[in-house]
């Protein structure tokens, strides 16, 4: 059983960063996919980013170019560096876990693949 844990949501500006860091425990690291995930008020769940076991990554359109997805296998860690960040961006991000799924980079924008989620942590940009 792999338990997740986000840290580092806050309030920023517009144009301003924020780091989020998602460390995991119970499990081998190194083993899994990683994705970010967010979810607005009411709106549905919207996938962020996600980062193979061989640390390739992946991008979601509304966040390409100002986002960036790091691991640290050694530290059991992931990583979302967030820059310019806009109003838009505001909600809950979640960090998710997948083990194993062998078409990761196909399938990376489906929540069901993942088989950990952590509870969230919020982020607010005000304008």
């Known amino acids: 059983q792999v338990q997740l844990v986000e840290s580092g949501g806050g309030l920023v500006q517009a144009g301003g960063s924020l780091t989020l860091s998602c460390a995991a425990s119970g499990g081998t690291f190194s083993l899994y996919a990683v994705g970010w995930f967010r979810q607005a008020p009411g709106k549905d769940r919207e996938v962020v980013a996600g980062?193979?076991?061989?640390?390739?990554?992946y991008y979601g359109d509304s966040v390409e170019g100002r986002f960036s997805i790091s691991r640290n296998n050694a530290k059991n860690t992931a990583t979302l560096q967030m820059n310019s960040l806009k109003p838009e961006d505001t909600a809950v991000y979640y960090c998710?876990?997948?083990?194993?799924?062998?078409?990761?980079?196909?399938?990376?924008?489906?929540?069901?693949?993942?088989?950990?989620w952590g509870q969230g942590t919020q982020v607010t940009v005000s304008s």
């Open positions: 980062i193979n076991w061989t640390g390739t990554t």
């Open positions: 998710a876990a997948d083990h194993g799924t062998p078409s990761y980079g196909s399938m990376w924008t489906r929540e069901d693949i993942y088989d950990y």
